[in-house]
């Protein structure tokens, strides 16, 4: 019987791929893990240094410095390795789809280092999909020494999926939303091969991510307590409202990238100064608005927070996650969007929710709302609503608020089918110059 492995028996083609993909999970949340910790401490320094910025004054011109280089070395990096630029998640979909092909050693060990710079620079991006990417990479490594009469063949390819898996399980610890997101977002076939091979590769990043790195949940929202049933409708209104908005995020990203693309009026190599900068700004005055968001999620899901600072931080945060998104930077939007949901999620909270609780007619608890948000704005946007319900449930643990999730989720996703605006990666995909 042939199979797409080898002319083995159909009986050990399985469990030779669970290994194969367990292996490739094990690699792949080794180098997401390696990103993360290394980012993290590297960032906290950077933090509690800018911090004395007014007593220490010398502190801010060698900041900015720093950024000037920044920029000029993560130009001559895209520049080198063109497939890194952005997120990598339309890279590593074409790739799949037979439409693009890469050197996986180049392209992991230039997105490591792109990916890292720009989020060392305070950039609004996300390293997950930088992390799928990397991941895919190693997939495209293991695929050329297991397939090594086909190596550059990636179409389809049981491994490069299985890093993919992994990119995403290591980098927001959330295994089931790595296997989801293959097979909901990525397209990839729906056969058990796959499966097993990604399921495999899930568990093995998980495992390393856990145990070798010790790290825990991105949000730890456990305490959350689920709306009643009397509020579901709240809960609907939400998901219908956050499919038009994701819909306006998707628009005004493509918008910006298009301005930016045909604009002359920056040179080629300085075009990632401007958001540097402005990142560089916002560490001073406003650090919770730097980096993806995790901070901001966890401080607005936490903390009361004024009506009038809520509505600023949205408002920048939104303006900022846009604007670092340009000039081909390497980077992530799952993370941005996801913060952004967060916020908007506690500002509809703090509309109707607190208004309709002093009446009886709703909770008044607005936590869960800020985790709706998530999942709605990011079924908007990407449209894959079970891998945000799996992702934002696996990331925060809590799962009383699941029914709720599916009710936003899929009513935004719908709403967004609706008003005939393709998904974020789709519309990134056909930008890209093959």
């Known amino acids: 019987m042939s199979n797409p492995i080898h002319s083995t028996s159909a009986k050990s083609v399985l469990p030779m791929l669970a290994m194969r993909g367990l292996a490739t999970g094990l690699c792949a949340g080794c180098v997401v893990g390696l990103l993360r910790l290394s980012h993290d401490r590297a960032a906290a320094r950077v933090a509690l240094w800018l911090e004395e910025w007014r007593e220490v004054w010398w502190t801010v011109p060698i900041w900015f410095g720093v950024l000037v280089a920044l ?6 990096i895209v520049r080198e390795e063109p497939l890194i630029s952005g997120s990598g998640i339309p890279q590593t979909e074409l790739a799949l789809a037979g439409r693009l092909s890469f050197t996986w050693w180049r392209v992991l060990l230039a997105k490591f280092l792109g990916s890292w710079l720009a989020l060392f620079g305070g950039l ?37 999926v299985a890093g993919a898996v992994a990119g995403l399980a290591a980098a927001f610890g959330a295994p089931a939303a790595g296997v989801l997101f293959a097979f909901e977002e990525m397209k990839s076939r729906r056969d058990t091969s796959l499966i097993v091979a990604a399921c495999a590769s ?16 991105i949000l730890p929202f456990a305490g959350f307590e689920a709306p009643p049933l009397s509020s579901f409708w709240i809960v609907a209104l939400e998901g219908a409202v956050f499919g038009v908005l994701g819909v306006g995020y998707n628009k005004t990203l493509l918008w910006l990238h298009d301005r930016e693309a045909g604009q002359t009026l920056i040179p080629d190599r300085w075009r990632a100064l401007p958001p540097l900068l402005l990142a560089g700004c916002l560490a001073l005055f406003a650090p919770l608005l730097i980096g993806g968001g995790e901070s901001l999620i966890i401080f607005v899901g936490e903390h009361d927070v004024a009506l009038k600072t809520l509505i600023l931080l949205l408002a920048f945060k939104y303006l900022f996650a846009q604007y670092s998104t340009v000039a081909a930077i390497p980077g992530g939007l799952l993370m941005p969007i996801l913060c952004l ?3 908007w999620g506690r500002l ?19 936590q869960p709302y800020v985790l709706f948000g998530m999942v709605s704005y990011f079924a908007a946007t990407v449209r894959a609503p079970l891998t945000g319900i799996v992702l934002v449930t696996e990331m925060s643990g809590t799962y009383t608020c699941l029914p709720g999730s599916l009710l936003a989720g899929l009513i935004a996703c719908k709403v967004a089918n609706l008003l005939h605006c393709p998904p974020v990666y789709d519309s990134l995909k056909e930008r890209i110059r093959l």
């Open 348 to 366: 509809w909270a703090e509309l109707p929710v607190s208004a309709l609780a002093a009446h009886g007619l709703a909770s008044g608890s607005v």
């Open 124 to 160: 609004a991006l996300g390293r997950e999909g930088p992390s799928i990417q990397m991941g895919g990479a190693v997939g495209a490594g293991f695929h050329a020494l297991w397939r090594p009469a086909a190596p550059h063949a990636l179409t389809g390819s049981p491994y490069v």
């Open 71 to 76: 920029a000029v070395i993560l130009r001559r």
């Open 202 to 217: 899930a568990i093995g990043a998980h495992l390393m991510i856990r145990i070798v790195f010790g790290m825990g949940r």
């Open 341 to 343: 949901g967060a916020l």
